[in-house]
């Protein structure tokens, strides 16, 4: 009899988890059909201008509203970012990687990823991320900045030079990108070179 009474309270737990989980599960598809494509766009402009000033729980109560199989790449990169600011890094990254997998082109994704990995000091895999940001957009001038900061903490200063070079061909009015890059020069021992650059920057001060 014991037995039979074990069984049929295990039937019972297992009916009860099953009711749960289809409720939860057709829950999420009756929002998912509820909410227009417009409604979704709306919700995540607002959510975006949130964000943008700052106010980062309003953000997230937004997005949170738009059910996992609508969110874009752009969405989950809002939402990296915000866990990112709250230091909340694993759940940042996990985020950064589902915008990489809805898009081959999700420069921000791997480049955010890298700027955590950067922090932590994790340069091989900083650059890898770095590596990948370039690879879908090579237009990017803060991907070049950041591979060169990686390859300047690893003190390989030739191979930042180079990457510094490139992001300033991007974007020439970026003055980090002068003092990393004097900074190389100096440490690889051509002082003119560095002179130079500090004479380009201090040029550049001036136009601004």
Sequence with gaps: MKSLIKN?????????????????????????EILSDKEILDIKNEAFALYSTDNKEEALELINRIPQNRRDEDVFVVLGNIYDDMGKRGTAIENYNKAAVISSKAYKAYYNIGCILLKKKSYALAKKNFNLSIKSNREFPYSYYNLASCYIAEENYSKAKKYLIKAIALKADEKDFYINLAYCYKMLGDEK???????SLNALKTST
Aim: charged fraction near 15%; aromatic fraction near 12%; charge should be positive.
């Design 8 to 32: 049929k309270t295990l039937k019972s737990s297992i009916s009860v988890i099953l009711i749960l989980f289809f409720s939860i599960f057709f829950q999420d598809v009756q929002s998912a």
């Design 193 to 199: 070179a560095a002179a130079k650059i500090v004479d």
